[in-house]
């Protein structure tokens, strides 16, 4: 009985295929030959509805995922430019489907990120989780500077490096972890120190320029960039057990990096990390919250954390902000005023 169940739905199917019906009234033919089934064999004396059972639940379930996956597609805008300018795979469709159902991102979110370009500045502790979580979330393209290689002192705390790539310059060790991560998204590789010469035409590419260093040259260099062609400045910096970070964006009237730290510090008053210390995980807590801020920064998700720097303690699981204010006399950004 259960066979001729079986067969009696296939036939339907293949007739209907045959005949191109509607594809409603062959799912309601096949519906009505299982349910028909279903029900003679729970009534007879000796039926046995368990093989049809199992089957609707498969069948049920199946069906569950497809609508699903269908309605993720639906969210995601149909009118999308070609390849890397918004359009998505099927699988990219799954990779991102926690994003998709996200009311603050949804599929318009999704494609400003795979439109997106990021610059990532140094990749050593802050740059380690910020390049890895841009590259899940699906920044279409990332660029990563940074003229070091991998040491195996930076094993305890730069997490996208491994020991097969020490001696292996960062930005190569960096895209071959991005490019295993997610092989929809564009990776640039910069294998130099940013200067003066080069930063300007660099910037210009990109939408959005996350600083990871830890020398205030570059911090100033970035800084006076950033302010010049009007792209907003993602920063964080670490000692020992604290970290901290901010957005600056003067183009959105903030104030900009040298508005806050005028001036480096003496000698010996900011020490290295490799003179001080720092704790492992404290660049993945700074880091992942600098990847989230660009995030915010580019899908206009929530509040971005601009005019404001967020202070982390992790010694104590403790964290405060403060206000930041533009300084009348900044000789970067005070013209702007």
């Not at 299982?34 to 089957?55: C, K, N, R, S, W």
């Not at 920064?297 to 967020?310: D, K, P, Q």
């Amino acid at each position: 009985m259960v066979l001729a169940a079986f067969g009696i739905m296939a036939m339907l199917w293949a007739l209907g295929g045959y005949l191109s019906w509607p594809k409603t009234m062959v799912w309601g033919l096949v519906a009505l030959a299982y349910f028909a089934a279903l029900g003679l064999q729970l009534v007879l004396p000796e039926g046995d509805a368990t093989g049809l059972a199992i089957f609707g639940g498969v069948a049920g379930l199946v069906g569950a995922y497809s609508f699903g996956l269908a309605k993720l597609k639906a969210r995601v805008p149909a009118d999308s430019a070609p390849s890397q300018q918004g359009t998505f795979r099927e699988a990219e469709l799954e990779r991102y489907a926690r994003h998709i159902v996200l009311r603050e991102l949804g599929g318009p979110g999704q494609k400003k990120l795979k439109q997106s370009k990021v610059l990532v500045i140094g990749a050593g502790g802050l740059g380690s989780p910020v390049l890895m979580y841009l590259a899940a979330a699906g920044v279409g393209t990332i660029g990563v500077i940074d003229d070091d290689v991998v040491e195996h002192t930076n094993m305890q705390r730069q997490v996208i490096h491994r020991e097969d790539t020490i001696d292996m310059p960062k930005v190569q060790s960096a895209v071959k972890a991005m490019a295993a991560l997610n092989p929809f998204i564009t990776l640039r590789p910069y294998q130099r120190r940013l200067t003066e010469e080069i930063a300007e035409e660099l910037f210009a590419e990109y939408d959005v320029i996350i600083d990871g260093t830890d020398n205030f040259e570059t911090r100033y260099l970035s800084n006076r960039m950033a302010v010049k062609l009007g792209k907003p400045l993602i920063s964080g910096a670490l000692a020992q057990w604290e970290g901290q970070l901010s957005v600056f964006d003067v183009a959105k009237d903030g104030p900009c990096y040298q508005c806050i730290f005028p001036e480096a510090p003496a000698a010996g008053l900011a020490p290295s990390c490799s003179e001080a210390g720092v704790v492992g995980p404290l660049p993945g807590v700074i880091g992942t919250m600098m990847a989230l801020e660009a995030v915010k920064l580019i899908t206009g998700a929530g509040h971005v954390t601009r005019g404001e720097m967020l202070i982390y303690d992790g010694l104590y699981g403790e964290s405060r902000k403060i206000k930041l204010a533009r300084r009348d006399d900044c000789p970067i950004c005070s013209a702007l005023s």
